[in-house]
């Protein structure tokens, strides 16, 4: 059974860091693409980055660019989205997922999901 966990939200101030991880299991990941995508309330979920198991590039949202960056650690199977200079307009429920094909800023294209994490950034 496919599982992704995240954690590693929390209530921060703005200007602050968090860094959520996403532990994966229950197949092999090496071909997928693991995305984060986030949602406030009363909006739509959006992509915000993508990081490659095999090569491990990543990509960004503009929004995000040059504050938050994607690792992994193949080791533990677990993704991570590190988050600086947090603003409160990055609200949201964060999500990691797992994606063999499709447009990797796309939630469609995703076929697994974890439960997601709750980020809260206080003005």
């Known amino acids: 059974q496919v599982q992704l966990v995240e954690s590693g939200g929390g209530l921060v101030q703005a200007g602050g860091s968090l860094r959520l991880s996403c532990a994966a299991s229950?197949?092999?990941?090496?071909?997928?693409?693991m995305g984060w995508f986030r949602q406030a309330p009363g909006k739509e979920r959006e992509f915000v980055g993508a990081i490659r198991w095999s090569g491990g590039s990543t990509d960004y949202a503009d929004s995000v660019k040059g504050r938050f960056t994607i690792s992994r650690d193949n080791a533990k199977n677990t993704v991570y989205l590190q988050m600086n200079t947090l603003k409160p307009e990055d609200t949201a429920v964060y999500y990691c997922a797992a994606r063999n094909s499709g447009s990797i800023y796309l939630s469609a294209s995703y076929e697994y999901w974890g439960q997601g994490t709750q980020v809260t950034v206080s003005s």
């Open positions: 229950g197949r092999t990941f090496s071909s997928y693409v």
